[in-house]
């Protein structure tokens, strides 16, 4: 099915620094939710968004929705090792339904000590 | 309150046999919806039920059907199994509502194909 366009696809960074990934589509989405997924894991919800502009934060992690309600980010601050995983975005599309949960192909963050 | 379950956490059938798997969602959650992934395909939505009823369905073949029992726990059925059926199944629980629903996940199944 139709997949959101979720960048970057990996990236490799220093342990303390800030990270920062996106997912855009061309639908408008009523919901936004970023899970992590580790290997031979289920994705564990993060956060979750249900509304255009909304920002929310769950410890080191920030998250809007974005106002076009086409995009939505993600950033972590201050990365340490347990952040090492594949982060999925999720959206709910106008019209609901599990059908209209559509992912991302997911940022697989990888961190050097 | 105890999360998603999947059994069993790892299968491994040969081709043209089935398979059943199992998910008891997070109590008080009455829909269960079903994932495959695979590294190729990323997350692709199987079906969606909802108080014993097929609600939604993604693009796969027959082989590929599901139920949900009163309690709301769910099973899945691949019959005639192929090589490339060989993925990560996944189930994940809401309360139902189509508009705002958030998905929980379980650890899903890994089944492999020889």
């Known amino acids: 099915g139709q997949q959101l366009n979720q960048s970057p696809q990996s990236m490799f960074i220093q342990e303390g620094e800030d990270v920062s990934m996106n997912c855009t589509s061309s639908s408008i989405f009523n919901t936004w939710l970023w899970y992590k997924q580790d290997p031979g894991e289920g994705p564990v919800l993060l956060i979750a968004l249900y509304k255009a502009g909304e920002l929310t934060s769950n410890g080191r992690l920030t998250a809007q929705f974005g106002t076009t309600r086409k995009d939505s980010f993600l950033n972590i601050s201050a990365s340490i090792p347990s952040d090492v995983g594949i982060y999925f975005c999720?959206?709910?599309?106008?019209?609901?339904?599990?059908?209209?949960?559509?992912f991302g192909k997911g940022t697989h963050l990888i961190i050097q000590p | 309150k105890a999360g998603v379950t999947q059994t069993p956490r790892y299968l491994i059938k040969t081709r043209g046999q089935q398979v059943t798997l199992s998910c008891s969602p997070i109590?008080?959650?009455?829909?269960v919806s079903w994932y495959q992934q695979t590294p190729g395909q990323g997350l692709q939505f199987l079906f969606e039920y909802f108080s014993e009823t097929q609600r939604n369905k993604g693009n796969f073949p027959g082989r590929f059907s599901g139920r949900q029992f009163s309690n709301s726990r769910s099973e899945m059925n691949v019959s005639t199994l192929e090589l490339g059926d060989s993925a990560l199944y996944l189930c994940?629980?809401?309360?139902?509502?189509?508009?705002?629903?958030?998905?929980?996940f379980g650890p899903g199944t890994r089944l492999t194909v020889l």
């Open positions: 994940a629980s809401s309360l139902g509502d189509r508009h705002t629903d958030t998905q929980y």
């Open positions: 109590s008080g959650h009455r829909s």
């Open positions: 999720a959206g709910i599309r106008s019209g609901g339904g599990a059908d209209g949960l559509t």
